[in-house]
């Protein structure tokens, strides 16, 4: 009942599962006929299922299930469960599948997308890193291989050719960054034969909520023209100097930093007697609140770590290193100088993409995670997806356990040390999830003091994730590791070979422990889902104190309470708040996911018109038409003299150029308006709708400004050698691209930065 008014209401909620359930029976009974099959004959029963089209019918999705269960069972050796194929049914229809830890995630998405491929649909099987990219299509390579299809995988070192050859392939797996890069560069090229990327058809995304909520407003980047940025390190060796609280001032928050009217002296004094001030010369003011803001609200080994004289950003819903992933160009070279390291080159972006909108491209997307119904809301509101709820193949016997308070973080500590103690005492294998590097590596030195050994798993050894977190189930052992670090690598009891399994059983499995609250339920969720895996037994427990940034930041009142004398906090109340700062944490994090969505709408839009018109002068004779008709004369003169090949290539390399050189420029200013945008809120203006009101004219005028340039640089033109140097007339390319993905770091909404900011006065630097 409660399902469908949920329904009637058009409420986020679960697939009816229903119709799948009713095709067990018949896909079971095909098995026998299918195990009489020699291979060859099972493959080529398969193709024949190619021969309509999508949506598959009753009879070919039993045949599909119950072929691509023989083909598994004969090449993987492993026989699916009827819950994956429900997966398989939920994913084929479109819709996100969420199947907890170690249900078979992996082989489900590889049926689906051997169920589209064979349907004369290309897929794209999108991950969250290149390590599980490739891990997944050569484990499943033996699969496709016995259904027919053809499956490949890139990663951020394939060459063109590869990536070439890897998209060409029916399946393709795939990082989501890497996917974006290629679809950029792909936009910038000025010859067809140097695409790579194919056009789109269906995307299968792991780890769907990690990839379409965490990093759905990530942007991904391609920029070039690279110029020096040496100003940072002089700025950076100023900041040094000042001292907290006589030179600067942090909010309660620590989400802003502003200087005094004392280091406001000090630092134009330091920088040659300039005015901060000045309405000369605004360019000083911006770069000390960079620095400023590095040196004191950008915290290493919390919000990145250096590793080979590199700063690398530590991804904050999984742990992890953000590879290629780096802040707007300014605050990045500010940690860089910060940390005395090289500073990276930086430059004009050329274009960018979100990841939101780069799955948006797909006609036909699904996905698969544990944890999507936390965040069915946003995958229909985003991306219109429903969200198929498959339940386990054995029974969870997990028990999670309720949350722990304290007041001080040095209480909770105690506390979860001595409850490490108590449970190694048996043998039974810990994991302990922490909120970043910092606080991972305090906590193993504790634990290591009271004579618990243990492995830290974080973002400083990140490459050797998946073989640590892999042996965490071993009898005895205790992981330390930061958030969601070696997800996607299950977790069995006994060690990876489960040679021990029964005696770690007998001990109630995997402990799992959270050492904080984090600021969405779905990642304590993810957390505990790494025990009790397939019907095994496990336990879960967070700890939490009054300090954690959780509490400190949402929380509603932070004194009042009475403890014991171990300092914990029992009264139901204060336990409720908990869970009341993280979901005030979780609604502003879908807050700015909505702000990203709405500023992306429009600048998208402004996108397609411009790689619409693209299209037709890559692909077609557009810019020769529109310079014929523009500089008539000088045209024929051309073409009497070198022919209409090299004219016509001539016309679509200058249009090429000023389309691209046109939407650079308009792309900054873009974010040039945006980023001051909330400003009008002063005026009592809605910040968006003064966006659209501003970026729309700016923007009518584009292909025609375009075009404009286009015909004058054509008239230009000389001969050289019998042929057209179309460079000498200002047309070239970046020497050198790039590409990385924009880490916002938000220390605050654009109203609390807005407020810091006038509060803090002329001085006020934030995280925006």
């Known amino acids: 009942m409660a399902e469908s008014v949920r329904r009637l209401l058009g409420k986020p909620g ?11 029976t018949a896909i079971e009974d095909e098995e026998d006929g299918l195990r009489e099959l020699s291979d060859a004959e099972l493959t080529e029963k398969a193709i024949d299922l190619g021969n309509a089209d999508l949506p598959y019918e009753r009879d070919d999705l039993v045949s599909l299930c ?68 490739r891990r997944d299509a050569e484990w499943m390579r033996p699969l496709y291989d016995m259904l027919g299809v053809t499956v490949g995988w890139i990663n951020e070192e394939s060459t063109r050719r590869e990536r070439r ?131 004191v609200l950008l915290q290493r080994d919390v919000h990145y770590v250096v590793r080979d004289g590199e700063v690398r950003i530590i991804n904050e819903s999984r742990g992890r290193i953000a590879l ?62 429903e969200v198929a709820v498959i339940p386990s193949n054995k029974p969870n016997i997990r028990k999670d356990h309720g949350t722990r308070l304290y007041a001080t973080r ?67 052992a205790i992981t330390v590791s930061t958030q969601m670090a070696g997800r996607g690598t299950d977790i069995r009891l006994g060690g990876s070979d489960m040679a ?14 959270g050492f904080g609250r984090y600021p969405s339920s779905r990642l304590d969720g993810q957390l505990r889902g790494r025990a009790g895996r397939q019907g095994d037994p496990g336990d879960s427990i967070f700890f939490v104190s009054m300090d954690d940034d959780l509490l400190v930041d949402h929380g509603s009142e932070s004194t009042g309470y009475t403890t014991t004398a171990e300092g914990e906090i ?10 009341h700062a993280q979901r005030v944490a979780e609604g502003q994090l879908l807050e700015v996911h909505r702000n990203t969505w709405r500023y992306n709408q429009l600048i998208d839009v402004q996108r397609d018109v411009v790689l619409e018109h693209r299209e037709m002068v890559l692909t077609g004779d557009q810019g020769d038409r529109q310079v014929k008709a523009d500089r008539k004369e000088r045209h024929a003169e051309l073409v009497e003299e070198l022919g209409e090949e090299k004219v016509a290539r001539a016309a679509r390399l200058i249009t090429l150029y000023h389309l691209d050189r046109g939407w650079t420029d308009h792309n900054a200013f873009l974010a040039e308006l945006r980023e001051g945008i909330h400003l009008r809120f002063l005026g009592r203006r809605d910040p968006l709708d003064e966006f659209n009101r501003e970026a729309v004219p700016v923007f009518k005028g584009f292909l ?46 654009a109203l609390e930065t807005l407020v810091g900011r006038l509060k803090g006065g002329r001085g006020s630097s934030s995280g925006d």
């Open 14 to 24: 679960a697939v009816d599962l229903r119709p799948y359930t009713k095709l067990l």
């Open 66 to 133: 119950a072929v691509g269960r023989e083909a598994a069972r004969r090449s993987l050796g492993e026989r699916p469960f009827d819950v994956q194929l429900l997966g398989v049914m939920a994913l084929l229809d479109g819709h996100v599948a969420e199947m907890a830890t170690g249900e078979g995630k992996t082989l489900a998405g590889a049926l689906a997308a051997a169920g589209f491929a064979l349907r004369g649909r290309r897929v794209h099987v999108l991950s969250v890193n290149d390590y599980l990219a």
């Open 165 to 295: 050859d890897a998209y060409s392939c029916d399946v393709t797996y795939a990082a989501v960054s890497e996917l974006g890069f290629d679809v950029l560069r792909d936009r910038m090229v000025t010859d067809i034969e140097d695409r790579v990327v194919p056009e789109p058809h269906v995307a299968i995304v792991d780890e769907a909520d990690s990839v379409l909520v965490d990093e759905a407003r990530v942007p991904l980047v391609l920029a070039g023209a690279a110029e020096s940025v040496a100003a940072d390190v002089e700025m950076a060796d100023v900041v040094r100097t000042l001292k907290p609280r006589l030179h600067y001032e942090v909010d309660a928050e620590g989400r802003n930093v502003q200087l005094t009217d004392a280091g406001i002296d000090v630092v134009e004094k330091a920088l040659g007697g300039v005015d901060l001030y000045s309405e000369e010369d605004t360019s000083v003011l911006p770069q000390v609140n960079l620095a400023l803001h590095a040196h």
């Open 324 to 385: 290629l992933q780096r802040w707007p160009d300014g605050l990045q070279a500010a940690v860089e100088a910060k940390e005395k390291v090289a500073v990276s080159e930086t430059g004009e972006v050329l274009d960018s993409i979100t990841v939101q909108s780069l799955v948006l491209r797909y006609p036909t997307r699904g996905g698969m995670t544990g944890t999507a119904m936390a965040v069915a809301e946003q995958l229909r509101e985003f991306y219109e997806l």
């Open 410 to 476: 040095e209480e909770k500590e105690d506390a979860l040390v001595a409850k490490v103690e108590e449970v190694h005492k048996s043998g039974r294998p810990i994991l302990i999830g922490t909120q970043d590097v910092a606080e991972s590596e305090l906590l193993a030195g504790r634990l290591r003091e009271a004579g618990l050994e243990c492995v830290v798993l974080n973002a400083k050894n990140d490459a050797d994730e998946a073989s640590i977190i892999a042996e965490a189930g071993t009898y005895g």
């Open 500 to 513: 021990d399994r029964e005696r770690v059983v007998e001990t109630g499995g995997l402990y799992v422990m």
């Open 570 to 579: 029992t009264d139901e109340g204060w336990l409720g708040m908990v869970d």
């Open 704 to 749: 025609d400004d375009a075009r404009a340039r286009a015909a004058e640089s054509f008239e230009k033109l000389e001969v050289q050698d019998g042929e057209l140097d179309v460079g000498m007339v200002g047309v070239k390319r970046p020497s050198m691209t790039w590409t990385y993905m924009v880490h916002d770091h938000p220390f605050s909404s």
